[in-house]
């Protein structure tokens, strides 16, 4: 039933949704793992996880009694829902980044899930466990997927809480100004009628940036306003990572965008410094290298530059050589849209090597990339 990789609590879920059977689970992928029918994935990282051999799979799945079929279709709707549920507010409430990398790993597991949900008429489970992953997969590149999940979901078909996880999911997905400013205040009215600041503060910092692509600056900050004041409610109950850190990151990408770099910085900088004071991990880093990403794509490469750069500065030692590749590839991408060949080799050669870099060196490559892109733009 499940293509590609699994871990065992996938399998526990699935086959043993009860504890009593979660030793019987084990114990047939044991055997099925001595028998090679079974192997351990590549994908595997501190968890354990398994493959079934694909011909075994189909194999499998075809002689599946119906209702089998349909007992495994409901768990695998059940871990993902649960699965989705639990990520999500490792990422919203703690900025765990390693929750990030869980939903990109098990992409493919919770969208069987979300399907299977669907399927079901469980529409509004569908859309929390869509509201849930979003921002997981925005931030792995998997918006053009995310918005094929939103299109299975119909709003007249949800509940209002619903709609506005579904609303804020598509806003988050969409990369049209016009149509996420829209849907994200749509989904700013709605979260604020049912009284849920969470949901309101995420659509009004949507709202928010699509208003900075039309460059209606003040609707901007205003908005930005709505979201903090949302935001400082939902604090007292519990801790939103994500919308106090995206605040200002907001105001950091207007100040861009209106040509201030020093107050762009010193926004992003404060960012970081909310989220440490929170005691999260979350990555300023990694959202800027996306929005790098997204300024590339709209041919804004001297933004995109400055917003590397930052991110350099900014991007934790500890978390290892997947955010320092990260950026590197960004780099690399920018550095080859500014027909500079020899940087983007060299982007390319950070981006697939583990071994540490000197900070000041790196600091130096990505303030020659703005010196690029400024002599490019014509702002030198």
Not at 30 to 44: G, Q
Not at 211 to 228: K, T
Request: glycine residues 8%.
């Amino acid at each position: 039933m499940v293509p590609g990789s699994f871990s065992l609590d996938t399998v526990d879920a699935i086959a043993a949704p009860d504890a009593t059977g979660a030793a019987g689970a084990a114990g047939a992928l044991a055997e099925l793992i001595e028998h090679s029918l079974v192997t351990r994935s590549d994908d595997a990282g501190l968890v354990g996880r398994f493959r079934l051999l694909e011909p075994i799979r189909r194999y499998a799945l075809k002689t599946l009694e119906p209702t089998d079929r349909e007992q495994v279709r409901r768990g695998v709707a059940r871990w993902a829902l649960r699965t989705a549920r639990e990520q999500g507010a490792r990422i919203r409430g703690h900025g765990d980044m390693t929750a990030v990398e869980q939903v990109e790993v098990d992409r493919h597991v919770l969208r069987l899930g979300f399907d299977q949900l669907v399927d079901d008429y469980r529409h509004d489970d569908a859309a929390e466990l869509l509201w849930s992953v979003w921002l997981p997969l925005w931030m792995t590149g998997h918006s053009h997927e995310g918005l094929t999940w939103t299109d299975r979901l119909h709003e007249d078909a949800l509940s209002e809480r619903a709609r506005a996880r579904w609303l804020v999911a598509r806003a988050g997905f969409n990369r049209v100004a016009a149509d996420l400013f829209v849907t994200a205040e749509r989904a700013m009215r709605l979260a604020e009628r049912i009284d849920d600041a969470s949901l309101a503060a995420e659509a009004a910092i949507f709202a928010s940036a699509a208003a900075l692509r039309l460059e209606d600056f003040d609707g901007s900050e205003a908005l930005l306003a709505r979201a903090e004041a949302a935001m400082k409610t939902r604090l007292d109950v519990e801790r939103d990572v994500w919308a106090a850190v995206h605040v200002p990151i907001g105001r950091g990408d207007g100040a861009l965008l209106r040509g201030d770099r020093s107050a762009a910085a010193r926004h992003w900088r404060a960012a970081a410094a909310t989220a440490q004071e929170l005691g999260s991990g979350f990555s300023v880093a990694a959202v800027l290298a996306e929005c790098a990403q997204a300024a590339r794509g709209e041919g804004r490469l001297d933004d995109a530059a400055v917003m590397l750069a930052v991110a350099g500065e900014l991007a934790p030692q500890r978390d290892g050589h997947r955010p320092k590749a990260h950026l590197a590839g960004v780099a690399a991408a920018v550095a080859a849209d500014l027909g500079d060949v020899a940087s983007a080799q060299w982007w390319e050669g950070v981006a697939d090597s583990a071994a540490a870099l000197d900070t000041d060196e790196l600091g130096e490559r990505f303030r020659e990339l703005v010196r690029r892109a400024d002599t490019v733009s014509g702002r030198d």
